[in-house]
């Protein structure tokens, strides 16, 4: 069906195309390619946020995605600006997060050439995009533009691009709007099998010792109170992946936080000595399981997802139930209901609450900063703030000692594991809630790759905290050198460079270097009401080791604390 | 186990797609075997036919890669002993045509005469060899052509792995 037709140029087309999605931001940096999109968009109210490095425009758009749960949008001109914002929707799509991409091309007849700022950008970008299009006629483009954002949007969200030569863009043409896409072949929405979700249910009744396991899935689909009504009837207790974190609160009773590599004591153990495994929204990735073997042995794994390519992927003999997670839960609970025995004292249920009492919150190591000022951060903060990570132990620590209370307030980079993705998806977050205090628990490392992006946050009044553990080295780097590869370090020694604090008055933004943990608890206060963009320089031993780790190769069982 | 496996890809008949598909065979540095593309009966659809050597759970890797892609329909893998298997061969030859007549008698093909001599032939992959070695010992071979393999899935055909539409 058509709303709409008119006369108009390519980029004034995909303006229009973007305001009928309801876009309220772009991040992006212009270029030769893009210039007469960027000239139309200059007639429209969709905000602009001029990023200083493409792949920070990427993250940006990837925060905004995560944080709102609408789709982030972000852009480049041909060549450079598309290979630069490349690692940005790589990162998006490991995540699943729903991000579309504007590439400007070179024009038409010189694509092939070699031409000024060629590259075949659809190449480059299609094993790491759910679509890629690239209209060839000013009239494609509301089409290419409605099906980017329905793609991006549905099903097992990701990102999509769409990659526009110049001439495309300055075509002037009559041109139609679709209301409604439809794309052959994909059928993003799956009505689960109500019999196997019946024979799912069976099974967790007749379970002794069941843990729930849930994912980045199970955030994007917004079931948390479903998992907890399911929980909650058969006192099942409730771990998460990384990806997971806040899909329940995660001070919940019976919330015992993440498994994996740096998952809690309890929750590795406990997944470990469990009789069934409900999986929701997860994908039962390496960094999750450890060594799948291990994992699979002695247990029923049970897994539901919207992804039917995600059933018997990882693990062969599991039980899928595939289909849209809210209606699958909502039937699962109900039948549940109808059989379930009350489990409330049985001997699992005090297992768990043996383990969680006594490992909750353990700080494991010998005097570790990083969680006491990461433990402090979430008592400051609201449960709706929201707090985004590097990558390395700063994540780490705020995977184990950040409990996340709501869906959307806990934004890492989990898949490709992106340093530099913490600060810009900041920015992006704080965009899409500007009520709320947006916090990055960077580390030194990390934030120097992106931390550019302090020239965005001060010129477009965009104010984030960023607390960097500064411990001087590529920390998770130096704790591999140091316990796998028996002290012999190389290439992970950063130094006391830069001044932190001076580097961020040097972009307008306020930087500070506090000393102890009451120094920080004061300081981080004024940070989080701070108008401007707040760093604060945390030093910690280059000698900190993020415990518990499992190392690769082994299993969950088999923790170094 | 490794073995010779067959996927039919139903797909959308438009640029790209093709590449999509061998790209994930490359990522994980498999060799195509063989690769035939043709329309289906739908008018803007193609299936395109890849042989590889793979275990179960290579095969079963590739099949759920592909069908992620959303231009992919429907997905099949079989094993090559549960389809059908044909390919054909065009071999442009010199020598004499009785003899060669002989030969083509021999294997069920045809000889075709339009200024040079074709040989055509349609068979098991397995013939295909044969006949071409037999050629190159009996003939001077100008050039040959191979489509690569086309095939059905066997009505008793075990081991099947589907993912639909
Ligand atoms: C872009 C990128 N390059 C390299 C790595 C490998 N890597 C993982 S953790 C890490 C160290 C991170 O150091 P820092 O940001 O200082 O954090 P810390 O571990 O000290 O908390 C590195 C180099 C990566 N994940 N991403």
Redesign the pocket.
């Known amino acids: 069906m058509i709303v709409m037709a008119s006369y108009l140029s390519g980029a004034q087309a995909l303006v229009k195309a973007l305001e009928e999605e309801k876009v309220e931001v772009i991040f992006g940096i212009p270029g030769g390619a893009t210039l007469p999109f960027y000239d139309a968009l200059k007639d429209s109210n969709i905000r602009h946020v001029l990023a200083r490095h493409e792949q920070s425009a990427a993250h940006m758009a990837d925060g905004y995605a995560r944080a709102s749960g609408k789709v982030g949008v972000c852009t480049a001109t041909s060549g450079p600006g598309a290979t630069n914002l490349l690692?940005g929707i790589a990162t998006a799509y490991l995540d699943s997060s729903p991000v579309v991409a504007l590439t400007g091309q070179v024009a038409k007849s010189y694509i092939g050439k070699d031409a000024f700022q060629e590259i075949d950008t659809v190449g480059i970008y299609t094993p790491v995009v759910k679509y890629a299009f690239q209209p060839l006629s000013a009239s494609e483009i509301p089409f290419d533009v409605k099906a980017a954002f329905y793609i991006a949007s549905t099903g097992r969200q990701g990102p999509v691009l769409i990659d526009i030569p110049k001439d495309v863009q300055t075509e002037t043409a009559e041109i139609e709007f679709p209301e409604k896409v439809e794309i052959k072949g994909y059928r993003p929405y799956i009505k689960p099998d109500p019999e196997a979700v019946r024979e799912a249910a069976k099974l967790i009744i007749q379970a002794q010792k069941p843990v729930i396991l849930v994912g980045g899935g199970a955030v994007k689909s917004e079931v948390g109170p479903l998992i907890l009504e399911l929980a909650e009837t058969f006192m099942i207790p409730i771990a998460s992946t990384l990806m997971g974190k806040g899909a329940v609160p995660e001070n919940h009773f019976l919330s015992v936080g993440p498994i994996g590599m740096h998952g809690t004591y309890h929750a590795n153990t406990l997944i470990m000595e469990s009789d069934l495994i409900i999986g929701i929204g997860v994908r039962f990735s390496d960094r999750t399981t450890m060594d799948i073997k291990e994992f699979t042995k002695e247990r029923m794994i049970l897994h539901f997802d919207i992804d039917p390519t995600e059933a018997r992927k990882n693990i062969v003999n599991e039980f899928p139930v595939i289909g849209d997670l809210k209606e699958s839960l909502t039937i699962l609970v109900s039948e549940i209901k109808k059989m379930m025995p009350y489990m409330k004292n049985s001997p699992w249920h005090k297992r768990v609450k043996e383990l969680k009492d006594y490992y909750d919150g353990r700080i494991f190591g010998e005097k570790a900063m990083?969680p006491l000022i990461i433990k402090k951060i979430r008592e400051i903060l609201g449960p709706d703030d929201i707090v985004t990570t590097?990558?390395?132990?700063?994540?780490?620590?705020a995977e184990l000692f950040y409990k996340v209370l709501k869906p959307r307030t806990f934004i890492t980079s989990g898949g490709?594991?992106?340093?530099?993705f913490g600060f810009p998806a900041a920015i992006g977050a704080k965009v899409a809630k500007f009520d709320k205090t947006v916090v990055d628990i960077?580390?030194?490392?990390?934030?120097?790759?992106t931390s550019n992006s302090l020239a965005t946050s001060v010129a477009e009044g965009i104010p984030v905290v960023v607390v960097i553990?500064?411990?001087s080295?590529?920390?998770?780097?130096?704790?591999w050198q140091r316990i796998v590869y028996n002290n012999r370090y190389i290439a992970?020694y950063?130094g006391e460079t830069p001044n932190f604090p001076a580097l961020a008055k040097a972009y307008g933004a306020e930087g500070v270097r506090v000393n102890g943990i009451e120094d920080f608890v004061k300081y981080f206060k004024e940070a989080v009401r701070s108008e401007v963009t707040y760093v604060i320089d945390v030093p910690?031993s280059p000698e900190e080791n993020v415990f518990p780790f499992v190392p690769a190769g082994k299993s969950l069982r088999e923790m170094i604390v | 186990m490794k073995k010779e496996r067959v996927f039919f890809i139903t797909v959308a008949d438009k640029p790209g797609v093709l590449f999509k598909i061998t790209n994930i065979f490359r990522r994980k540095n498999f060799n195509i075997e063989s690769v035939t593309v043709g329309k289906t009966l739908a008018e803007d659809e193609s299936q395109i036919i890849i042989t590889i050597n793979a275990d179960e759970e290579e095969a079963d890797s590739f099949a759920r890669m592909v069908k992620r892609l959303i231009d992919v329909y429907e997905v099949v893998e079989a094993p090559k002993e549960s389809c059908y298997v044909q390919e054909l061969l065009l071999a442009k030859l010199e020598g004499d045509p009785d003899m060669l007549q002989k030969v083509a008698e021999n294997y069920g093909a045809q000889l075709i005469k339009n200024g040079s001599l074709i040989l055509k032939y349609v068979g098991e992959p397995a013939n295909v060899e044969e006949l071409i070695k037999e050629l190159s010992n009996k003939f001077k071979i100008i050039h040959i052509s191979r489509t690569g393999i086309t095939a059905v899935v066997k009505e008793d055909g075990k081991d099947i792995l589907r993912f639909g539409r």
């Open positions: 690692t990083s590097e990558v390395g132990q700063a994540q780490a620590w490709l594991g992106t340093m530099g960077a580390g030194d490392g990390s934030f120097l790759m553990l500064n411990n080295v590529l920390g998770m780097i130096a704790q992970s950063l910690i």
